[in-house]
């Protein structure tokens, strides 16, 4: 980044062409051919013809390029302004009404800083799929709030990460299952912010500009949006148990009657992953990150312990044993 005076004195700050393009993981030539042809930016020229590309420039064709690798065509989104392309990057459909994919969540704001930021920005919260907006104050009263209604997209703002912290945005993320959580922060501590990354949680700097906080809200709706697609639950979603310890020992008993010894070894897998799942959540932890990170032990032993339940179910089915268990449900604790 420099800064060089045109010759009527005035300063300009900004990117020289090559900067921009490897920040925004392009190559040069690239840059100047969408700048000629389709007019993708306008940066500042100095008196001596030295072309500077501010900030929003590089966000904005970071953006472009992103969304011309998922296929959209360079000259449709050219010119497209930068809240109708934060709209493709969180739906994938134009404002016009193009079907698209859409993420119809509830988000919710943490902070009195990202209230303000969003009213500052006067950013049209349907575009990014929201259909339904709560904000707190802070983290204290949005842990004390009556409605149990799910909240899909969790924005926190806090101007000190720590441990402490960390754990309190954790147990939010829980309490209103979240399916995607965004931190933004000024000051921390790494053993915050790692226990905050082992669950899930992304990260951001204070922004310093509204372009920044689109993106950020834009990633946010999108990770929403692929998870709802994926059909994948929050990491703190838990399934149901398909067999109690009863039926799992009929199964193992079962098995001793065939020459296949799978049944019974499934079985003991299922009743050997959930002891360490309730070990994991019982476990002495010293520390939020420790918790975070028995927590994470737990959740992965839960899927694990899933996937070999819907093994032995096939196996039950298929051998007529008895009636198929009632599909699972996600459980919050």
Known sequence: MVTSSDESGSAQRGYRSGEAARLAKMPVTTLRIWERRYGVVGPV??????????????????????????????????????????FLAARGALPDGVPGDPVDL??????????QRLHATEIDLRLYGVRDLATFADLGAALQRESREPIEALMVNVESLHEEVAAQIVSLGEAVRAKAIAVVYSFGTGHAAESLRVAGVRLYREPDSRTEFRQILGDLCERVRIQERSGDDPVWARMRRRYDDIELEAIAGRSSTIACECPRHLAELVM?????????????????QDAALHRYLGDVSNRACAMVEAALERIAREEGWFAAPVAPQTVSD
Do not use: N, P
């Open 106 to 115: 509830r988000l919710a704001l943490v902070g009195t800083r990202l209230e």
């Open 272 to 288: 050997k992953l959930s002891a360490f799942e309730r070990y994991s959540d019982t476990c002495v932890s010293r520390s939020a």
């Open 45 to 86: 020229k100095t008196a001596s013809g030295q072309r500077l590309y501010s900030e929003e420039d590089v966000r904005r064709l970071t953006l472009i390029k992103m969304l011309v690798g998922r296929g959209h065509a360079i000259g449709a989104i050219a010119r497209l302004d930068g809240e109708q392309l934060q």
